[in-house]
């Protein structure tokens, strides 16, 4: 999808905020309805596609401060 490419997530989430502000005004025909409807399901998953790649990002990051064992960071018992 060519949206995923161009569109930042907070343009994407704006649009999509004026999408569904528009639908729930109602008064526009059924076919702009549609179009309008179907432009939010874009737009819904261009914020999707942001939001997952920013999950994938953060547990990487996460990833790389956990220890590589709790064992190594266990304090030597005393005998």
Known sequence: M???DTLGYEQARDEL???VRRLEAGG???EESLAL???GEE???VCRHWLEGARRR???ALA???PATP???APAAEA
Do not use: C, H, I, Y
């Open 2 to 4: 060519a949206d995923q």
């Open 17 to 19: 905020v004026d999408v």
């Open 28 to 30: 526009s025909t059924l």
């Open 37 to 39: 409807w179907e432009r």
């Open 43 to 45: 737009l819904a998953k």
């Open 58 to 60: 953060l547990d990487a």
């Open 64 to 66: 790389e401060e956990e």
């Open 71 to 73: 064992a190594e960071n």
